[in-house]
């Protein structure tokens, strides 16, 4: 109803701090404020300010939106349970798409609004728990939702991780995946929920399982059927608290603690790796290209070959190329290089690490053309003629991915030695997929990350596209057909 003070001009009620409200707020949006209803009139965005205007209304608006992370740095890492715990620097990005309007009593829920806003981000600290696929599957094996186990597993750990953390509720928050994108396995994120990150999250790495225990003492304790506000349901949730399985949770959360035996995975896990989501990003667009992505190990190093100079007389142990044409990986020995050459020979851009002046060598014992002149983007080259210098990229795995490598060039070596090929496979075959990742990384986000000397973390633009590529290296080749 109209009233004085809703009359009056709409006042400004603070400068919210990315992380916090702001994240959140939108035009049409009803805060409460010392006992009163405010409703946001104007949001400046670029002032970071918010005008609301006194109101008296019979309903209240809960913001409906996306969020998502993005793993910038790892600090330490540790087993716990039957999963990973991982202390670290996380990316946090939110969008709003709309907002719902509740009766005050009842909550009924009375309408639903879009909203086009951009999406707000900031860092922060965060710990995340990685979870085995064998959790998944057997949560779907006994008619649970996975996505819905998981998140009200986070849900029911943030209402009680106030208690360890010593601070607000609100100064908290969680995201849950059932598949991250860089880790490729269902995730549980819980950070702190302030930009830049206060510190609290940290304080519970060494208590993870007890905060767990806890978790499902309560859920088992709480007499509701289904999730209440009391466990599983949470007054900020942008998803309305869905989806939501209390029962799953406390299966979870006993499979996490190892209290239940981890069931067998019916099928044979894949290599352990990030998930190209940035590669299939790129591949759909360009589904018409060809791109092959490859890396070798060799049997002898530089020093029993008399220096880098005789490359050529390393000889192959492994080389293994994954095909954006078949979306699938390719492995070859020594007696299969030929099958190798052909498959580089059929790409439209060839991405290698290193290729020009390591992995081309090489192979110039097998073939005596020229393959410099095949079709090739090497990252290695493209960081140094930025920077001045090469980066490792197992440290650009890390740095960019959270995907760091499982071993390097002298450990493949002594397992050539030993008759380890197998291993040599899988360790060549996981360099493949983090190349092809940071490739695929750059063409979606126009940079990589990696850490300087100094210990900060910096960001190199690194803006690719495989059109562009495939199209400057065409030119490059009918000019060298003219000469």
């Known amino acids: 109803r109209a009233s004085a003070a809703s009359a009056r001009k709409p006042r400004v009620i603070g400068s919210i701090g990315a992380g916090n409200v702001m994240s959140e707020?939108?035009?049409g949006a009803?805060?409460?404020?010392?006992?009163?209803?405010?409703?946001?009139?104007?949001?400046?965005?670029?002032?970071?300010?918010?005008?609301?205007?006194?109101?008296?209304?019979?309903?209240?608006?809960?913001a409906l939106g996306e969020r998502e992370t993005e793993i910038l740095s790892r600090a330490r890492t540790r087993p716990a349970g039957s999963f990973l715990l991982v202390e670290g620097r996380v990316k946090v990005t939110s969008r709003i798409v709309g907002y719902e309007r509740r009766r005050v009593r009842g909550q009924e829920l009375l309408g639903t609004e879009p909203l086009d806003l951009p999406p707000s981000s900031y860092e922060t600290n965060s710990l995340w728990l990685e979870l085995p696929d064998e959790i998944s599957q057997a949560l779907a094996a006994n008619g649970r939702?996975?996505?819905?186990?998981?998140?009200?597993?986070?849900?029911a750990a943030l209402a009680l991780l106030p208690l360890f953390a010593l601070c607000d509720r609100f100064d908290l928050a969680g995201i849950t995946y059932k598949l991250h994108p860089q880790l490729g396995h269902a995730c549980i994120f819980l950070y702190d929920a302030h930009a830049g990150g206060i510190g609290l999250v940290r304080s519970v790495f060494d208590k993870i399982e007890t905060l767990l225990e806890t978790t499902l003492a309560r859920l088992r304790e709480c007499e509701c059927a289904e999730g209440c506000p009391a466990c599983v349901h949470s007054p900020r949730c942008s998803n309305g608290n869905r989806?939501?399985?209390?029962a799953g949770a406390q299966?979870?959360?006993?499979?996490?603690?190892?209290?239940?035996?981890?069931?067998?995975?019916?099928?044979?896990?894949?290599?352990?790796?990030?998930?190209?989501?940035?590669?299939e990003a790129f591949e759909e667009a360009h589904s018409e290209l060809r791109v092959v992505t490859f890396d070798l190990e060799t049997q002898r190093s530089a020093e029993e070959v008399g220096g880098w100079h005789n490359a050529h007389l390393m000889r192959i142990s492994c080389a293994v190329a994954w095909d954006s044409a078949e979306e699938e990986f390719f492995s070859y020995r020594e007696h299969q290089v030929d099958a190798l050459l052909e498959r580089l020979a059929l790409a439209d851009l060839v991405i290698g690490f290193n290729a020009h002046r390591f992995d081309y060598r090489v192979l110039r014992g097998y073939d005596p053309?020229?393959?410099s002149k095949l079709p090739t983007f090497d990252l290695l080259d493209a960081i140094h003629e930025r920077l001045g210098f090469r980066l490792p990229?197992?440290?650009?795995?890390?740095?960019?991915?959270?995907?760091p490598k499982s071993a390097d060039g002298l450990q493949a070596l002594?397992?050539?030695?030993?008759?380890?090929?197998?291993?040599?496979?899988?360790?060549?075959?996981?360099?493949?997929?983090?190349?092809?990742?940071?490739?695929?990384?750059?063409?979606?986000?126009?940079?990589?990350?990696?850490?300087?000397?100094?210990?900060?973390?910096?960001?190199?633009?690194?803006?690719?596209s495989v059109a562009e590529l495939v199209d400057r290296e065409r030119k490059r080749d009918a000019q060298r057909r003219m000469h």
């Open 414 to 464: 002594a397992w050539w030695k030993e008759g380890r090929h197998e291993e040599i496979a899988r360790y060549c075959q996981q360099d493949v997929a983090i190349l092809r990742d940071l490739f695929g990384y750059a063409c979606r986000h126009g940079q990589l990350l990696f850490r300087a000397k100094n210990g900060e973390r910096v960001r190199l633009p690194m803006k690719l």
């Open 251 to 279: 299966e979870a959360l006993a499979l996490m603690l190892g209290e239940q035996i981890l069931p067998p995975v019916p099928v044979p896990l894949r290599l352990e790796t990030v998930i190209a989501k940035e590669a």
């Open 25 to 27: 707020c939108h035009p």
């Open 30 to 62: 009803i805060y409460l404020h010392h006992g009163r209803q405010f409703r946001v009139v104007n949001l400046d965005l670029e002032q970071r300010k918010v005008d609301v205007s006194p109101i008296d209304a019979a309903y209240f608006t809960k």
């Open 393 to 403: 990229l197992g440290h650009l795995g890390e740095e960019t991915l959270g995907a």
């Open 243 to 246: 989806p939501i399985d209390k």
């Open 145 to 155: 939702n996975p996505m819905g186990s998981l998140h009200a597993v986070e849900h």
């Open 369 to 371: 053309r020229d393959l």
